[in-house]
């Protein structure tokens, strides 16, 4: 719905030529422009727009309709190196009432004409109605958000609904940060839903996309444009036209390939291999990270520059021992995994001691097995400990059972032809392999290598130009051979 009313508005502008819309924040923010060039993302450092009525709005939060402005574009004061832009009709409009919200959730949406002509009453009008229309899904989304999509009644959590509020207004990249486990897909998600955008939600998983095949996955590639072309093939860029291109885990994109994404980022222009012509894509980027990414910085494995693109807007979602009076809540929204079961003596001292490191993914898992495995109906702490600390002796039994069929498949697949990055790394990332996993099948393979990893990388169907690349994954993930 927003993408929606941000459209309709700029619909009503755009045949005036140097028109400008807005909408920012009480706290000086702008979330989202569109029109005449300005300067600056926040009303105080900012260029190119009425300030001073700007200020006067977020003091007073009052409505302003003014004519005949003259706004200083550049230089102080009226020296004789300033330059003047003479705006014909000026509407700032208050879009989310403090009766409705709280103060710190204001809004405003700024509107000007220009020097070419004036506002007439219909436009005028129709901004107004436009307003209120933002108005109600704003509050439509801060009410959603502030149920069940966005669990827990820490003030860590409220600052985070506020944020994925704000950020569903633009259009510029979000950075989401956070340690595995801790929700960023589902933020990420959200965002994109808030805003109304058209399109599809498209993950990209970067870990498992090979650096030779990069560029043809993400942009798409046309039959005959290298070797193993033999149909055109989209990329997900297109796939997501009009909508979010999600990257989970951003960090692991190849070094070689960063400086191509973040022409990307900054053009939204493309190049589908084996096509002369460049495609123009809609796409709003979010991209997530559980790795500190200065220190990628610091070991060339990561841009700077590409940091600093993706990082315009950042949202860092801390891990759940950090906000521990969010469990009660995020336990009680999904019950239904305790299958029936009721919370008895010792249940919350339990789970709210414990350090949690697999985050809310594994609270999910702690919760489900206590609802299956516990004979009793009343859980303790007791039922909680003991699930979170091991599984029963017929688990393990199954457990390792189903371990050995999931190696033993993986085998099978490697000797056809497969290679690691498809059965090995790509299952790791997306969580259906865990490290212990990965561990036992390089550690078997190293073995039969004659303990060299050259031939342990060769074996396991990794090409010669991509062996650096395994070796950083080795150490990076901790799974090395013994006697590495």
């Not at 060339?300 to 860092?316: A, G, P, Q, W």
């Amino acid at each position: 719905m927003l993408e929606i009313i941000k459209n309709k508005i700029w619909e009503l502008l755009k045949d005036k030529e140097v028109s400008l819309v807005m909408i920012f924040h009480r706290d000086g923010e702008i979330l989202w422009h569109r029109g005449r060039e300005i300067r600056g993302k926040s009303i105080e450092k900012g260029e190119g727009f009425c300030k001073s009525y700007i200020i006067k709005s977020m003091k007073d939060l009052k409505g302003v309709e003014k004519e005949d402005i003259l706004v200083t574009l550049s230089g102080e004061g009226g020296s004789d190196s300033a330059e003047y832009l003479s705006i014909k009709s000026l509407l700032i409009l208050p879009i989310l009432p403090v009766l409705i919200l709280p103060m710190k959730d204001e809004f405003f949406l700024y509107i000007d004409s220009g020097s070419k002509e004036f506002f007439t009453e219909m436009e005028i009008n129709s901004f107004r109605l436009l307003g209120g229309l933002l108005c109600e899904a704003f509050h439509y989304i801060r009410q959603r958000s502030g149920s069940k999509e966005i669990t827990g009644e820490s003030d860590i959590i409220e600052g985070i609904r506020d944020l994925v509020l704000k950020y569903s207004i633009e259009d510029e990249p979000v950075l989401l940060t956070g340690e595995t486990g801790s929700g960023k897909t589902h933020i990420a998600k959200l965002i994109h839903n808030y805003s109304g955008r058209r399109g599809k939600f498209v993950s990209v998983s970067t870990p498992s996309m090979q650096e030779t095949l990069f560029e043809g996955t993400l942009f798409g590639h046309k039959k005959g444009s290298f070797t193993d072309a033999i149909t055109d093939k989209k990329g997900l860029v297109e796939g997501a036209e009009e909508g979010t291109l999600f990257f989970d885990e951003i960090s692991e994109v190849p070094i070689s390939c960063q400086s191509k994404l973040l022409r990307f980022i900054d053009t939204k222009r493309y190049r589908v291999l084996g096509e002369n012509r460049e495609r123009e894509a809609d796409v709003r980027i979010i991209a997530a990270t559980n790795r500190d990414l200065s220190e990628a910085i610091k070991n060339k494995d990561f841009r700077e520059d590409l940091y600093y693109r993706l990082n315009t807007f950042e949202i860092e979602i801390p891990p759940l021992r950090e906000r521990k009076e969010d469990i009660r809540e995020f336990v009680l929204e999904n019950a239904r995994c305790l299958k029936g079961k009721v919370m008895g003596q010792g249940f919350w001292e339990e789970l709210e001691n414990y350090n949690w490191p697999g985050n809310i993914r594994e609270l999910i898992s702690v919760m489900k097995r206590v609802g299956v495995l516990s004979k009793n109906h009343e859980l303790t702490g007791e039922d909680v400990r003991a699930s979170i600390a091991h599984y029963s002796y017929r688990d393990k039994l199954n457990y390792n059972k189903s371990r050995e069929d999931k190696l033993s498949n993986i085998w099978k697949q490697i000797e056809s032809g497969k290679t690691f990055w498809e059965v090995v790394w790509k299952p790791f990332m997306d969580r259906k392999l865990n490290q212990i996993e990965v561990r036992t099948i390089i550690d078997r393979t190293y073995q039969e290598a004659n303990l060299k990893l050259k031939n342990t990388a060769k074996n396991l169907g990794i090409q010669e130009k991509d062996y650096k690349k395994f070796l950083i994954y080795l150490k990076r993930h901790k799974v090395y051979p013994k006697g590495n």
